[in-house]
């Protein structure tokens, strides 16, 4: 069976899993099953297939599960989400056919991808600016003390979600150039390797300028997902366990001063050691704690789609569903058992990405792949590792499952790159 074949064929278990997921809904609220659910799974089917026929055109030779697991991740997030807010599951539905149009234009129009290392500093620029708009006055918007969206009328978007994929292909760009230079320029000092500054500086200045740019937006989830991207980058470059250990410790030093000026990272720690603080666990802390319970009420199999209890007398007991805790949701309704399912898909996906960077030919392709990947399956730890208390919990999406459209849109604009990497990898060697 060719690749493109299984990638058609792995798209109906996605299809199938809609239909039984909305079919389940109908029966927990209405106890009747209605044939509604068969005609959302064939739409949503009819939707991957037509982007299935783009990949099979453009794109013969790409890796054939990356977009069957994403409709599988997608198909999780419209149905919860459904089960949420059925408007918010309409506006869902329209952004990831959206996405897919914006995927679409991607593959079709950036036929060669490598274009983009001539605009490095370009695009560096361009995912700055981004970084930088949700302070711009008038049309920045602040939620829970972040400084994460954009507004101009009713259109709003999430900006950090489109810079980490210019940022990312800024750092594949230079580190293609520099990383020979990086490791051979190199000097040990107290038994510690150091890069040369003269190489290592601009890459410095650019991500330093972001990593600013992100603590002034108070966007901490990014923070850490912008970091973490370019210090494996940086160890897939240079294969040097001792540039990732100084970055580490420069962004441990960093983050401490941050803390000690920055009250809203102060109270994010605070209630990340003990939501359940008297003073905090019915104020500040109740989102965490809220989802704390939640997980723990939907035990090993869950309480069934729909079944969750999430209000009383119109008081949300758990803020934010559809978005931050999204997780949690699907951990209540789910179990453990549907939770650990979602997270082997992602891991799946982080797999292939990183199989891709792997068959890579060139420098360019090889660190555009991993950089996406990572920053993908670091922003997955972020908010699975916030609504478990893990880390901090921040206001970052789950790719492709929480509603947003910034964040579904951007994402597929990723997938579309990868897709653009994968097919020139496993090309044969004479038509690349």
């Not at 060719?2 to 299809?15: F, G, I, K, M, Q």
């Not at 359940?276 to 869950?302: N, T």
């Amino acid at each position: 069976m060719t690749a493109r074949n299984r990638e058609l064929l792995a798209l109906v278990p996605a299809s199938l899993l809609v239909a039984a997921g909305f079919a389940a809904l109908f029966i927990q609220q209405s106890q009747r099953l209605s044939d509604v659910s068969l005609t959302y799974g064939a739409m949503f089917l009819g939707v991957c297939v037509a982007a299935h026929l783009v990949v099979r055109i453009r794109l013969p030779y790409a890796d054939p599960y990356l977009l069957p697991l994403v409709a599988v991740l997608a198909c999780f997030g419209l149905v919860v989400i459904y089960r949420l807010d059925e408007a918010k599951a309409l506006r869902q539905a329209g952004w990831f056919g959206f996405g897919l149009v914006l995927f679409t234009l991607t593959i079709v129009f950036l036929k060669d991808f490598r274009v983009l290392e001539r605009y490095r500093y370009t695009i560096a620029a361009a995912g700055l600016a981004l970084l930088l708009l949700p302070r711009v006055p008038g049309i920045g918007q602040q939620v829970n003390g972040a400084y994460l969206g954009v507004g101009v009328g009713a259109f709003q978007f999430q900006p950090a979600e489109f810079g980490k994929i210019a940022i990312v292909i800024f750092l594949a760009a230079y580190l293609r150039d520099t990383r020979q230079l990086l490791v051979q320029g190199a000097r040990r000092v107290l038994g510690v390797t150091l890069p040369p500054l003269k190489h290592f500086g601009p890459l410095l200045v650019v991500w330093g300028a972001a990593m600013f740019l992100l603590f002034f937006i108070q966007d901490l989830g990014s923070s850490i997902m912008y970091f973490g991207g370019f210090l494996a980058l940086l160890y897939v470059a240079t294969n040097r366990l001792s540039f990732v250990t100084i970055g580490l410790v420069l962004f441990g030093i960093g983050a401490w001063g941050m803390y000690q000026i920055r009250t809203h990272i102060q109270d994010r720690v605070e209630i990340w050691l003990d939501p359940f603080k008297p003073q905090l666990v019915e104020h500040s802390g109740y989102q965490i704690a809220q989802s704390l319970f939640a997980q723990a009420d939907g035990g090993l199999f869950g309480t069934g789609f729909g079944a969750a209890l999430l209000s009383v007398g119109g008081t949300s007991l758990l803020p934010a569903a559809d978005t931050d805790l999204i997780y949690s949701v699907i951990v209540n309704e789910l179990g453990l058992a549907g939770a650990c399912g979602l997270l082997l898909v992602y891991m799946l996906f982080a797999e292939r990405g990183m199989k891709v960077a792997m068959i890579a030919s060139d420098s360019f392709s090889k660190l555009l792949a991993a950089g996406l990947t990572s920053v993908f399956a670091l922003q997955v730890f972020v908010i699975v590792g916030g609504v478990t208390k893990v880390i901090p919990l921040t206001g970052v999406t789950l790719p492709f499952v929480s509603y947003g459209g910034s964040s579904i849109v951007a994402n597929f604009v990723l997938l579309a790159l990868l897709l653009l990497v994968s097919d020139r990898a496993r090309r044969p060697a004479h038509l690349r």
